[in-house]
């Protein structure tokens, strides 16, 4: 019976808007992040040593067990499918009926090229944009911000952007990332235009200018935080992986400090023109427009192995289990294995087969795209079989997956969508100019940068959906009901 008044005590003082059972507290770390995360569910407040059930919105998730002092702390998995937006988790003591309640916020970074520091091109917590879905997609909005070569970057509410364009239009641009609004436009001293993406982590945004200059700003602000001059020219942009920033310009690979300080930088054979580096395991991973991929010591620089590819490469290396893969643009792509550099395969769809998009790798599948014959290529990943190979509209094309679609943008400022699994084409969405870096998806949104000065977004429905409308109503605590069948966690 007390369980159900303070239920109904509970129902009551939230309609008034009373903070609920404010001697019971639940909260979260994080509070926010991506679908199948792990998040600690920490409370106080409860009876000694009772069972407290543990709800993810409606469904009772895990069954703790407080401590001598009422508290408990456990872990819980944010469901795979939850979808975008508020998400609540509510606690609820068996024998005191004592209840608290915390809400998480269901968001999916792409904080710098490549999706993550693998470089992989694959968004693997996307789960709203899929085979089915992505037919429905039509334009959201469309934001002026002076861009050309970047993706765009993606944390929480923002969406950034570099730009390189030239004039009064070049800098850094912070957008709304639902609506488009500009939230803040950042320009340098010299006015510098940005040949890549930015990288954003720690409340910084970290992007290499045109003459080899890093620079950070503060990612809510835009204001200016430091500048370390580089070699000259910079085309790449900055990967972040513990606390360090790991860039290439000019011919050499640096590693910067927060504060932008250099760790260490060494030197390759030729201009660096990758789109971004791969760093995994203590380990840094680049390629150069001298032919070879390099494997460098992520403390120290220091070169681990070098594989020559025949040709020139432009593009930026993936990593996958173990698997180095690489594209030359007139020698196909390869396979290498990390640790050592060894050969493991090669596949070149012969004469006319030109790669100068970075590879992507997802699901057991290496995917890469043809300037030249405009064809996009999927390829066993462990042994480099052929799979399937579709028709893109142009050429310079660049590719993204998310959740079993295949994104490639073209400078006929098409983005066109496949199925992941066969190549079937899906849809075609147009911008208002080329389109030469990889789009973006994540949150259930297609970001494009076109040529033309905009960025453009895409929502199943379009503008007149109601598809970002992701707030949701807590439950009441007195509607949930406890499974009887969970084994208490302790």
């Known amino acids: 019976m007390r369980y159900f008044l303070k239920g109904a005590l509970v129902a009551l003082l939230a309609a008034l808007g009373t903070p609920v059972l404010a001697q019971t507290l639940v909260t979260l770390t994080p509070a926010t992040g991506h679908p199948n995360l792990p998040v600690t569910v920490s409370g106080s407040g409860f009876a000694d040593s009772e069972a407290v059930d543990i ?20 872990s819980i998995t944010m469901p795979a499918a939850a979808q975008p937006g508020l998400h609540y988790v509510t606690a609820i003591g068996r024998r005191s009926g004592d209840a608290a309640q915390a809400a998480f916020t269901v968001s999916t970074n792409w904080s710098e090229d490549g999706f993550g520091a693998a470089h992989l091109l694959w968004n693997q917590y996307e789960n709203t944009l899929s085979p089915s879905v992505v037919p429905a997609l039509e334009l959201l909005w469309s934001a002026p911000e002076s861009s050309l070569h970047g993706s765009p970057i993606v944390i929480g509410d923002k969406v950034y952007i570099a730009s390189n364009t030239g004039g009064s239009g070049n800098g850094l641009y912070a957008l709304n990332a639902t609506t488009g609004a500009l939230i803040w436009h950042q320009t340098t001293a010299a006015g510098e235009a940005f040949n890549a993406s930015a990288a954003v ?70 201009q660096i023109r990758a789109d971004s580096l791969a760093v995994v395991n203590g380990r840094v991973f680049a390629a150069s427009t001298d032919g070879y991929v390099y494997a460098l010591n992520a403390s120290t620089g220091a070169v681990i192995w070098t594989y020559f590819l025949q040709a020139a490469i432009y593009t930026t290396p993936a990593v996958a289990n173990g698997i180095v893969y690489a594209a030359a643009v007139n020698g196909g792509i390869y396979a290498l294995r990390a640790a050592n550099g060894a050969y493991l395969w090669n596949a070149n769809p012969g004469e006319g087969t030109e790669f100068d998009s ?59 969508a ?8 899906l849809l075609a969405v147009a911008t208002g100019g080329s389109v030469y870096a990889a789009p973006v998806v994540t949150n259930g949104l297609l970001y494009v940068d076109s040529s033309d000065g905009n960025l453009y977004a895409f929502a199943p429905g379009g503008a007149g959906a109601d598809s970002l409308r992701r707030s949701s109503t807590p439950p009441s605590p007195s509607s949930l009901h406890p499974d009887m069948r969970l084994v208490p966690v302790r």
């Open 55 to 74: 709800y993810i919105d409606t469904v009772d998730s895990l069954l703790a067990v407080s401590g001598a002092t009422g508290s408990i702390k456990v």
């Open 201 to 270: 982590a720690g409340g910084a945004v970290y992007v290499v200018g045109s003459t080899g200059i890093a620079y950070a700003f503060n990612a809510a602000k835009g204001t200016f935080m430091w500048s370390q001059q580089l070699a000259s020219p910079g085309y790449s942009g900055p990967v972040v992986v513990d606390g360090v920033i790991y860039v290439a310009s000019g011919i050499s690979i640096y590693a910067l400090s927060t504060t932008g300080s250099i760790m260490w930088s060494t030197a390759t054979g030729a």
């Open 358 to 416: 970075s590879p992507a790798v997802a699901g057991g599948v290496v995917y890469i795209s043809s300037t030249e014959s405009n064809e996009l290529y999927a390829f066993n990943a462990a042994t480099g079989t052929s799979l399937w190979m579709a028709t893109i509209p142009g050429g310079e094309s660049q590719i993204s997956i998310a959740n079993g679609v295949v994104y490639a943008g073209d400078d006929t400022g098409n983005v066109t």
């Open 418 to 425: 496949f199925d992941a699994e066969n190549g079937q084409y």
